[in-house]
T-cell receptor, first 112, second 115 residues
């Protein structure tokens, strides 16, 4: 079955710097890759997603890239702000299944 | 913005007791899910539910677990006889459709502690 690896597990950056989180997946048939942000005491919230027919997607300060050949995708946050501090999860949706497979999470801390 | 609501936010129970976790999905959504997150670990799929029946379940979702949509709004997860290893955060989610690329909206979670 699908397996999603995520790195790093923790990431500390200075406000204004960029942050990059990387994930790899194992099932080449996976076709949808969402990223979730989880703040303390809350459920995962979708922040951006990408489908397998697209290589890059951007939404303001957040971008995601997908390399299908290498089976990896990355989250890029530019001009980080303290409110970006949270746990970020990547996930993959294997083809023809209902289940989202999550990565292990990255705790991002943005210092003012 | 529409949201998924879950109750209780935290439940403490004794091993062997039955627990019911409740969820109110977004009103026009058709697909419902339960995921769980053991402390410090990744979020794991438990079960998906559509048209009043389970559409997919994981190996975690054994005979001790059941789901139900008793009325038009609630979606429940029942654990018949809780074990210590059932202690986790349980997240309900819903989506408007399931095409293999649907967008899930998660609730804030119910923390279950089994003593």
């Amino acid at each position: 079955g699908e397996n999603v690896e995520q790195h790093p597990s923790t990431l500390s950056v200075q406000e204004g710097d960029s942050a990059v989180i990387k994930c790899t997946y194992s099932d080449s048939a996976s076709n949808y890759f969402p990223w979730y942000k989880q703040e303390l005491g809350k459920g995962p919230q979708l922040i951006i997603d990408i489908r397998s027919n697209v290589g890059e997607k951007k939404d303001q300060r957040i971008a995601v890239t997908l390399n299908k050949t290498a089976k990896h995708f990355s989250l890029h946050i530019t001009e980080t702000q303290p409110e970006d501090s949270a746990v970020y999860f990547c996930a993959a949706y294997p083809y023809n299944t209902d289940k989202l497979i999550f990565g292990t999470g990255t705790r991002l801390q943005v210092f003012p | 913005e529409p949201e998924v609501t879950q109750t209780p936010s935290h439940q403490v129970t004794q091993m062997g007791q039955e627990v019911i976790l409740r969820c109110v999905p977004i009103s026009n959504h058709l697909y419902f899910y339960w995921y769980r997150q053991i402390l410090g670990q990744k979020v794991e799929f438990l079960v998906s539910f559509y048209n009043n029946e389970i559409s997919e379940k994981s190996e975690i979702f054994d005979d001790q677990f059941s789901v139900e949509r008793p009325d038009g709004s609630n979606f429940t997860l029942k654990i018949r006889s809780t074990k210590l290893e059932d202690s986790a955060m349980y997240f309900c989610a819903s989506s408007p459709d399931s095409s293999g690329a649907n967008v899930l909206t998660f609730g804030a979670g119910s923390r279950l502690t089994v003593l």
